[in-house]
């Protein structure tokens, strides 16, 4: 699988962004998918994930109520509606995949990884 992040860019603080992630391969359905984020000289954390199997979702708590992930399985894609930004949501955005069970939550339990895409929010 490959996959190809977008949509990143700069965004004032309290407006909106939505990043994709497109996938190569006839088997994306089979796999659950992640956002991620690293900031500089941070690590890597998990953001929001969706199950392969029903679709199930898992948000962090920080991004909790205002990032929603979805997939259109049809389209080979996976998607992170980024609403009220902060300041501190500034990181270069991965999406991921992962053939595990249930939902996965540490980079070491996947796949497969798209090249990034930077959000930068301005306050």
């Known amino acids: 699988v490959q996959l190809q992040a977008s949509g990143g860019g700069l965004v004032q603080a309290g407006g909106s962004l939505r990043l994709s992630c497109a996938a190569s391969g006839r088997t994306f359905s089979y796999y659950g998918m992640a956002w991620f984020r690293q900031a500089p000289g941070e690590e890597r954390e998990f953001v929001a994930g969706i199950t392969a199997s029903d679709g199930s979702t898992l948000t962090a708590d920080f991004v909790k109520g205002r990032f929603t992930i979805s997939r259109n399985n049809a389209k080979n894609s996976v998607y992170l509606q980024m609403n009220s930004v902060k300041p501190e949501d500034t990181a270069v955005y991965y999406c991921?995949?992962?053939?595990?069970?249930?939902?996965?939550?540490?980079?070491?339990?996947?796949?497969?990884w798209g090249q990034g895409t930077l959000v930068t929010v301005s306050s």
């Open positions: 991921a995949a992962g053939l595990g069970a249930g939902h996965l939550t540490s980079p070491a339990q996947y796949n497969y």
